[in-house]
């Protein structure tokens, strides 16, 4: 999109960009976080379980190698000897094969985590392109690899003179050591050489996974042009959204309009204010707004009332005052609890009188306690 329009890739990457990335498996990834992690346990697991494994393979072979004549003639002895010896090893060598598995799921892990993608296994033939080859070789990606390489040669290979340097006596006096002693003790200066050759890539991992991070943001930045794009794929077409938007709002209207037979009374303006407002002392600490609407809902709330036998009445303050400060399904605020309490018992009142006539169209009330900042004009 920046080449076909000329923008730059100025904008940082969204979170579906970055999603669709890991869908094709392009995740930040370090080399150099992998190799250190996966040395570092390997000189660690050999100095620590080491010792073990290279006792187990010496019972092995004494066990192994020492065959009898009878079982060297026997031709199914020999096969399920081999057997033996392949799994007894195998066991013997499980602890170290599974710290390598995990030091190698844990750098991916720690770069933000390991993805499989059917995109990045399936074949690509412009791989087999050598002009494409030479282009991966020679851009700008791949001198900085070439850098990279050069200096961790140049680290490593310093840190390699210098540690053999200062254990030059050592690995010389090994020849003056009696056999036995000689061979643990070339070992151990073995793994310790390794290790600290192996730390120096501490530092380089430091130094190239904030690099990876940030080559990673950098190919995945974005134009203005691709984010309104993105928001318009997301977001769908501004006539699509009215669509669903007036559905939805339908859907809740014909909710709303379902809970009013379940009201206690219609509280209204009476020409442009419906609230229907239901209380269960037994369920609820206090009254809840049902449903609201003004003019034609109103008219449509008082009317489903009416078919109903709810008791509508006159109370335009209240009516207001409920309309502007409460939501639907929500409770009535603290400052009305006294105005609704009397419209209630009123209601109450007025169901237990034989007198009643439930299909008189509306009632009246006046002088309720509403708070002046609950007072509205409109």
Do not use: C
Not at 264 to 292: G, L, R
Request: hydrophobic letters at 45%.
């Amino acid at each position: 999109m920046a080449e076909d329009t000329g923008q730059e890739r100025t904008e940082q990457p969204t979170p579906r960009r970055i999603q669709q990335a890991r869908e094709k498996g392009q995740v930040p990834t370090s080399r150099e976080l992998n190799t250190m992690l996966m040395m570092l346990i390997a000189g660690a697991s050999v100095m620590f379980i080491g010792p073990g494994i290279v006792d187990n393979f010496l019972d092995m072979f004494r066990r192994y190698l020492n065959i009898s004549r009878e079982n060297i003639f026997d031709v199914t002895a020999m096969p399920v000897m081999l057997e033996t010896a392949i799994i007894d090893a195998l066991i013997t060598l499980a602890p170290f094969f599974t710290l390598m598995v995990l030091a190698a799921v844990a750098g991916p892990l720690m770069m933000g985590g390991v993805t499989f993608s059917a995109q990045a296994l399936s074949f690509k033939w412009d791989k087999l392109n050598p002009i494409t080859g030479l282009g991966r070789v020679f851009s700008k990606k791949g001198l900085v690899e070439l850098i990279k390489a050069l200096v961790k040669f140049l680290i490593i290979g310093t840190t390699a003179i210098l540690f053999l340097y200062t254990q030059i006596d050592a690995y010389l006096g090994l020849g003056s050591e009696p056999l036995v002693q000689a061979l643990p003790h070339m070992a151990n200066l073995l793994i310790w050489s390794f290790l600290a050759i192996a730390s120096v890539l501490v530092f380089i991992a430091l130094i190239d996974v904030p690099f990876q991070i940030w080559d990673y943001t950098q190919q995945l930045k974005m134009t203005f042009q691709e984010i309104r794009d993105e928001n318009k794929d997301t977001e769908g077409n501004p006539e699509v959204r009215g669509r669903v938007k007036r559905v939805q709002q339908e859907m809740a209207q014909r909710r709303m309009m379902a809970e009013v037979p379940k009201a206690d009374v219609i509280i209204t303006n009476p020409e442009h204010y419906s609230v229907a407002i239901k209380y269960d002392q037994a369920t609820m600490s206090a009254p809840v707004v049902v449903a609201k609407g003004v003019d034609v809902i109103a008219m449509q709330i008082r009317t489903i009332a009416r078919e109903h036998e709810i008791p509508i009445l006159q109370a335009p303050p209240l009516a207001r005052a409920l309309h502007h400060t409460t939501e639907i399904d929500a409770e009535i605020p603290a400052a009305l609890y006294l105005a609704v309490a009397q419209v209630l018992a009123y209601i109450f009142k007025l169901r237990t009188d034989p007198r009643w006539n439930k299909r008189k169209k509306e009632h009246k009330i006046n002088d309720l306690p509403i708070p002046d900042d609950m007072k509205f004009d409109k």
